[in-house]
């Protein structure tokens, strides 16, 4: 069975647009950015460093993961010298 139809997808965007989207956080990547989809439409965006909100493509994605690494691994260190 289909869930979602390319007809039914577009109507849900183009509620968005008119209703605006309902962003649910779905990947914490630092204290500051966090990854978000719109549990209506499925658009998924991610904080960028100057507070607004960008598309998440892969090259996003990429950034994001290596932000994560980033601050896994500082916090990690922190935590091992005290
Ligand atoms: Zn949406």
Redesign the pocket.
């Known amino acids: 069975m289909q869930q979602s139809s390319p007809k039914s997808a577009s109507l ?2 183009f ?2 647009r008119l209703m ?4 649910k956080v779905t990947q914490k990547v630092t204290n500051y950015v966090n990854e978000y989809k ?6 998924e965006v991610s904080d960028n460093s100057t507070g607004g909100l960008d598309t998440l493509t892969n090259r996003t994605r990429e950034i994001n993961q290596s932000l994560r690494d980033l601050f896994t691994r500082r916090r990690q260190h922190r935590l091992s010298n005290y």
Do not use: E
Request: glycine share 8%.
């Open positions: 849900r965007a509620k968005c605006g989207h309902n962003f719109c549990t209506c439409c499925k658009k």
